[in-house]
């Protein structure tokens, strides 16, 4: 295969090949359980959700591991503040985390790790590092990853030591965290006596629980191995979490952690980024309420994985337009079953788009043309290219009917008297009874659609 890919470690794209012959090892770094999932992390399931797809087309073997951090100064702080144990809270928090990533039609990976499953081994990790020189135990109990120390620290974000020294938001006073180097991180964090009991895991190191940087670390070498084909995530863990991942593992083992990374771009909320810490932020399940999930997977899928991408009614109002219009070409012809043939030039310029860097905008583009081809010659086979085709991106899947109406207020019992009052009037020669029909159904959002063959209808846009 011709794949080349964005590496964020060497700014540049880069002809992918999996270090075993047809099996890519992905890691992916998930969500912290401690409140709903928003649109921003919807973005990066979504995207590396088509990143497996694409590889799977292309006949390759994947082992897709996309952890759960599920112990955090923010989860053991809502869980205080909720009167329930951690387990409860990350518990239910995963769960709704599965409802709106299967809502989306996102596929789940083959290994969903939690942190609190993987101490002993971040345990390991720990004490390798502390026997090489790289981890120090600090005074107040805490065990710390010596930055200096490692030779390679900033090359995934491209920032010298000095740089990050000069004011980076993770440095800290030493007196803070009993750190030799304000640029040090936790590994280790001591237990602190108004801490639940729950929260607290016996080691070499005293009673205390993992920092965040090391669980990914753990988990990914445990699963994957100690090195492995692909590294994603969101940008805003491109540094310090990534950073610091490639450290630790690399100062643990001595070698390459992932021979490649990728980081999705943000979903912006009037030009400034999504998230829980800002509180600008759009849950999966309320956007939900309003605009239909396939709509939302499109409306992700349309643009780059890299791109910042704007959020906004607008925007989904657009998306759900555009997604009816691939649903019609569909709705106009009976679709037949293909296997996907390369060679086909809708298919070969839906593999070119994909092979650079999961171009979707332009895989995208290639399904509006493909669906002016199925409405101009009702191919049975071109419209199952279509489909086909979407699958892959895990769209077009629904049935065109029920996409299309789908959004109504009223019931199709009620519209069909509606529709059948309208072709009275009409045969009445009532043309303005008609058109009144027609413009109260839109009204009510409902279009209507006359043919050859009667009149059908569809949710307006």
Same mark, same amino acid.
């Given at each position: 295969?011709?794949?080349?890919?964005?590496?964020?470690?060497?700014? $540049?794209?880069? &002809?992918?090949?999996?270090?075993?012959?047809?099996?890519?090892?992905?890691?992916?770094?998930?969500?912290?359980?401690? &409140?709903?999932?928003?649109?921003?992390?919807?973005?990066?399931?979504?995207?590396?959700?088509?990143?497996?797809?694409?590889?799977?087309? %292309?006949?390759? #073997?994947?082992?897709?591991?996309?952890?759960?951090?599920?112990?955090?100064?923010?989860?053991?702080?809502?869980?205080?503040?909720?009167?329930?144990?951690?387990?409860?809270?990350?518990?239910?928090?995963?769960?709704?985390?599965?409802?709106?990533?299967?809502?989306?039609?996102?596929?789940?990976?083959?290994?969903?790790?939690? /942190?609190? $499953?993987?101490?002993?081994?971040?345990?390991?990790?720990?004490?390798?590092?502390?026997?090489?020189?790289?981890?120090?135990?600090?005074?107040?109990?805490?065990?710390?990853?010596?930055?200096?120390?490692?030779?390679?620290?900033?090359?995934?974000?491209?920032?010298? @030591?000095?740089?990050?020294?000069?004011?980076?938001?993770?440095?800290?006073?030493?007196? +803070?965290?009993?750190?030799?180097?304000?640029?040090?991180?936790?590994?280790?964090?001591?237990?602190?006596?108004?801490?639940?009991?729950?929260?607290?895991?016996?080691?070499?190191?005293?009673?205390?629980?993992?920092?965040?940087?090391?669980?990914?670390?753990?988990?990914?070498?445990?699963?994957?191995?100690?090195?492995?084909?692909?590294?994603?995530?969101?940008?805003?863990? !491109?540094?310090?979490?990534?950073?610091? +991942?490639?450290?630790?593992?690399?100062?643990?083992?001595? #070698?390459? @952690?992932?021979?490649?990374?990728?980081?999705?771009?943000?979903?912006?909320?009037?030009?400034?980024?999504?998230? #829980?810490?800002?509180? %600008?932020?759009?849950?999966?399940?309320?956007?939900?309420?309003?605009?239909?999930?396939?709509?939302?997977?499109?409306?992700?899928?349309?643009?780059?994985? =890299?791109?910042?991408?704007?959020?906004?009614?607008?925007?989904?109002?657009?998306? =759900?337009?555009?997604?009816?219009?691939?649903?019609? /070409?569909?709705?106009?012809?009976?679709?037949?079953?293909?296997?996907?043939?390369?060679?086909?030039?809708?298919?070969?310029?839906? !593999?070119?788009?994909?092979?650079? $860097?999961?171009?979707?905008? +332009?895989?995208?583009?290639?399904?509006?043309?493909?669906?002016?081809?199925? %409405?101009?010659?009702?191919?049975?086979?071109?419209?199952?290219? @279509?489909?086909?085709?979407?699958?892959?991106?895990?769209?077009? *899947?629904?049935?065109?009917?029920?996409?299309?109406?789908?959004?109504?207020?009223?019931?199709?019992?009620?519209?069909?008297?509606?529709?059948?009052? =309208?072709?009275? /009037?009409? @045969?009445?020669? %009532?043309?303005?009874?008609? &058109?009144?029909?027609? *413009?109260?159904?839109?009204?009510?959002?409902?279009?209507?659609?006359?043919?050859?063959?009667?009149?059908?209808?569809?949710?307006?846009?």
């Amino acid at each position: 295969m011709s794949l080349r890919i964005y590496n964020t470690l060497s700014r $540049d794209m880069v &002809d992918f090949t999996p270090a075993e012959p047809g099996h890519v090892r992905m890691y992916v770094c998930g969500m912290t359980v401690y &409140d709903l999932c928003h649109l921003g992390h919807a973005r990066s399931m979504v995207a590396f959700d088509i990143v497996q797809r694409w590889l799977r087309a %292309n006949g390759l #073997k994947v082992t897709y591991v996309r952890n759960v951090t599920d112990i955090d100064d923010k989860i053991i702080k809502r869980a205080v503040e909720n009167g329930e144990t951690i387990r409860s809270l990350t518990d239910r928090m995963i769960d709704a985390l599965h409802q709106d990533a299967d809502a989306l039609g996102i596929e789940r990976p083959q290994f969903e790790p939690r /942190a609190t $499953d993987y101490v002993p081994q971040m345990l390991s990790m720990i004490g390798t590092l502390e026997q090489k020189g790289l981890a120090y135990r600090a005074g107040n109990g805490d065990v710390n990853f010596a930055v200096r120390k490692f030779s390679g620290y900033g090359k995934l974000s491209g920032k010298s @030591l000095d740089e990050l020294n000069a004011g980076e938001r993770v440095a800290v006073s030493s007196e +803070e965290g009993g750190k030799q180097d304000p640029l040090d991180f936790v590994l280790w964090k001591s237990a602190k006596p108004s801490e639940p009991e729950d929260v607290k895991w016996a080691s070499p190191f005293g009673a205390g629980r993992p920092g965040w940087h090391i669980e990914c670390s753990a988990m990914s070498c445990e699963l994957l191995g100690e090195t492995f084909d692909i590294h994603g995530g969101g940008a805003d863990l !491109q540094f310090p979490h990534h950073e610091n +991942e490639i450290a630790q593992s690399e100062g643990a083992n001595g #070698k390459t @952690l992932a021979n490649v990374w990728m980081h999705n771009g943000f979903i912006n909320i009037d030009n400034e980024k999504m998230s #829980k810490s800002l509180g %600008n932020f759009f849950t999966i399940r309320d956007v939900l309420k309003t605009y239909d999930a396939e709509t939302v997977r499109f409306f992700v899928v349309r643009s780059h994985y =890299r791109s910042p991408l704007n959020y906004s009614n607008v925007h989904l109002d657009d998306a =759900r337009g555009a997604l009816k219009r691939l649903y019609t /070409a569909l709705h106009s012809v009976v679709t037949e079953s293909v296997t996907i043939d390369w060679t086909n030039s809708f298919a070969a310029r839906f !593999q070119g788009a994909m092979n650079e $860097d999961f171009g979707t905008p +332009e895989a995208v583009a290639v399904l509006f043309d493909l669906a002016s081809e199925v %409405n101009r010659s009702q191919s049975p086979a071109l419209a199952g290219l @279509l489909k086909a085709l979407g699958g892959i991106l895990g769209l077009l *899947q629904a049935d065109p009917q029920s996409f299309l109406q789908s959004g109504s207020v009223l019931d199709d019992a009620a519209i069909q008297l509606h529709i059948q009052a =309208r072709a009275a /009037a009409k @045969l009445a020669k %009532n043309f303005a009874e008609a &058109d009144r029909i027609r *413009q109260d159904l839109l009204a009510q959002g409902i279009a209507l659609k006359d043919s050859s063959t009667g009149t059908s209808w569809e949710a307006a846009s």
